[in-house]
């Protein structure tokens, strides 16, 4: 594992000084601002409600501290924010508000019973109630590999304990009897949209997540994490357009675009699920190391062509534009700009080389503050994680 981290900002001409100023101040907006700035929210946890232990009673049911982190847009509580705001807790070192949304999570989220006993119900409103009976693969995953880093950062064992749970549960439903579906294809190692679901999406592809889950699942499904991890390299191969570099929010397991109607909507474009992609990729290289997959983010970067005056309409994979505006003008900045970790620094570029193309998005996205606004969640989650990596501060841990 590589435990020297590239500081991209500072490679781009940026003092340390401003950098973590900059960090600084989106950490403090994000988690503490007014109410129209902030994502993460404290709570207390009603008298009686308990907390829902992963392993059994060895979580106190009577600490009643609990946060949750809000989709702005949509007004809920989504798996997909609450791990990312425990990952984030994790890198940025925050230990109380990490056990402060894993107890929410825990309490009002997980599902012991039924078909999706062992998951996370994907939607919650803001008092806990769920949203809705199914989870999200991206939830589950994150939530476990942030609970590794948790647990070795902090020394916490019961957090490595609670990861195992979560993964066995992702690999195992539907076997020797157990209701459910796993969240990944067992024949092919590639993660599912749904449980139980023909498709993936190419976002939820982490390879460097599952290249840890091999190193700290359980023993006998460590074999498996290897080739999930393999097989996401292949496939983002495959889901990223030669010439664009980009790819579809859903596709099928081969990477073609998944073209088939859904009931919330179209799912073959370049949209917000896809902005992800490139950020992962970039992850990717720098734990682990450039492969043929990481040259996706630079097809990219010189397709939009200009930071987000790039950012202007949603794109078919090929490049052909539509009449649909961007939601989420940020995110997809700060996600390309986190693509630049898979591109080499060079001495004195030429504005048209890679590195120099590298360069003109992480400067633009340096420049950019943080998202205001009812739709700043999805936007200000990605714009964190990106100025974490960016500065060398997205880490094994």
């Keep these: 594992m590589i435990r020297e981290y590239r500081n991209v900002f500072l490679e781009a001409g940026y003092s340390e000084a401003e950098i973590t100023d900059r960090l600084d101040?989106?950490?403090?907006?994000?988690?503490?601002?007014?109410?129209?700035?902030?994502?993460?929210?404290?709570?207390?946890?009603?008298?009686?409600t308990g907390r829902i232990s992963l392993l059994s009673d060895d979580v106190s049911p009577d600490c009643l501290e609990a946060g949750y982190l809000e989709d702005t847009g949509n007004h809920d509580?989504?798996?997909?924010?609450?791990?990312?705001?425990?990952?984030?807790c994790v890198q940025l070192d925050m230990p109380k508000e990490f056990e402060r949304i894993w107890t929410w999570a825990r309490t009002y989220m997980y599902m012991d019973e039924g078909e999706n006993e062992g998951y996370f119900a994907w939607s919650c409103a803001p008092d806990g109630?769920?949203?809705?009976?199914?989870?999200?693969?991206?939830?589950?995953e994150y939530f476990a590999m942030a609970l590794f880093f948790a647990a070795h950062r902090w020394d916490i064992p019961r957090y490595e304990s609670e990861a195992r749970a979560i993964l066995r549960a992702c690999l195992h439903k539907g076997e020797n009897g157990r209701p459910g579906h796993a969240m990944w294809n067992r024949e092919n190692g590639l993660i599912l949209f749904v449980p139980g679901s023909s498709f993936t999406d190419p976002s939820y592809h982490l390879p460097h997540f599952y290249e840890l889950f091999a190193l700290w699942a359980d023993e006998e499904d460590r074999d498996f994490w290897k080739k999930a991890a393999d097989e996401s390299r292949k496939f983002l191969v495959k889901a990223c357009h030669p010439v664009t570099g980009l790819n579809s929010e859903y596709s099928f397991f081969d990477g073609r675009p998944m073209d088939?109607?859904?009931?919330?909507?179209?799912?073959?474009?370049?949209?917000?699920?896809?902005?992800?992609?490139?950020?992962?990729?970039?992850?990717?290289?720098?734990?682990?190391?450039?492969?043929?997959?990481?040259?996706?983010?630079?097809?990219?970067?010189?397709?939009?062509?200009?930071?987000?005056?790039?950012?202007r309409c949603v794109y078919e994979v090929d490049g052909t534009p539509l009449e649909k505006t961007v939601l989420h003008p940020l995110g997809l900045l700060a996600g390309t700009a986190q693509g630049a970790l898979c591109v080499p620094q060079e001495k004195q570029p030429a504005p048209d080389s890679d590195w120099g193309i590298a360069l003109h998005f992480v400067r633009s996205f340096f420049e950019e503050p943080p998202?205001?606004?009812?739709?700043?969640?999805?936007?200000?989650?990605?714009?964190?994680?990106?100025?974490?990596?960016?500065?060398?501060?997205?880490?094994?841990?």
């Design 25 to 48: 101040r989106a950490v403090r907006t994000f988690f503490y601002g007014s109410e129209t700035e902030r994502i993460y929210h404290e709570a207390v946890i009603p008298e009686g």
């Design 129 to 140: 109630t769920k949203n809705a009976p199914g989870p999200a693969p991206d939830g589950e």
């Design 77 to 88: 509580a989504r798996t997909e924010g609450m791990s990312y705001g425990m990952m984030l």
């Design 371 to 397: 998202r205001t606004g009812e739709r700043r969640y999805y936007d200000n989650c990605l714009y964190l994680f990106a100025s974490l990596a960016l500065s060398g501060r997205y880490r094994i841990w």
């Design 260 to 311: 088939e109607p859904m009931p919330w909507g179209e799912f073959h474009h370049f949209y917000s699920d896809a902005y992800r992609t490139a950020a992962n990729i970039g992850l990717d290289a720098e734990w682990f190391g450039r492969g043929v997959h990481t040259d996706a983010p630079i097809r990219q970067m010189r397709f939009l062509g200009s930071g987000l005056e790039g950012a």
